[in-house]
């Protein structure tokens, strides 16, 4: 048990609390570890029907993808982190969102390369670059090289395999 001296400033104890607690989806400097590799996750398929709806888990866990034009995320224009629908794991920057004309979400950066997984998609008679979260392995979409700069690449998202969390709160 740890005691604090009497006239120990409120603040500090508050200080130590959210920094033992610190449970932000998105990643903090002890998730940025000198190796950079992203802690894995695993659950069985009825967990993942317990915390994603019906359509997320078409989406995150049967490589699906929504129809373009409908996704809740498509044209927003909100700031702040995109986060993996299933972990939490923050992927992109709303400041790196761009409008592709494609329908879905697009980004020309990841927040981070580790967060992303490259895996190469050879369905439906063509040859892409399919992403999925490097933590919980969630479907996310695919990246082209037909982007802006800076990167010259576009991460086109399904929404349905996201979640917009505010940069200050990560609410």
């Not at 992403?131 to 690449?153: E, M, Q």
Request: with cysteine; proline share 4%.
């Amino acid at each position: 048990m740890i005691r604090f001296a009497a006239g120990t400033p409120l603040i500090i104890v508050l200080l130590l609390g959210l920094v033992a607690c610190n449970n932000q989806p998105y990643p903090t400097e002890s998730s940025n570890d000198m190796n950079n590799e992203v802690q894995t996750i695993t659950k069985t398929e009825e967990q993942w029907r317990q915390v994603l709806t019906e359509e997320e888990y078409r989406v995150a866990r049967e490589s699906g993808t929504e129809r373009a034009f409908t996704g809740r995320y498509w044209d927003t224009k909100a700031p702040g982190i995109y986060n993996c629908v299933g972990c939490g794991l923050a992927l992109f920057d709303s400041d790196t969102k761009f409008d592709s004309g494609s329908g879905w979400p697009a980004y020309y950066d990841a927040i981070n390369k580790n967060h992303i997984k490259e895996i190469t998609d050879t369905s439906h008679g063509m040859v892409r670059t399919e992403i999925r979260c490097a933590r919980c392995d969630s479907h996310l979409g695919h990246v082209f090289n037909d982007g802006p700069r800076p990167t010259g690449l576009r991460y086109c998202v399904n929404s349905l395999s996201l979640k917009l969390v505010d940069k200050d709160t990560g609410e």
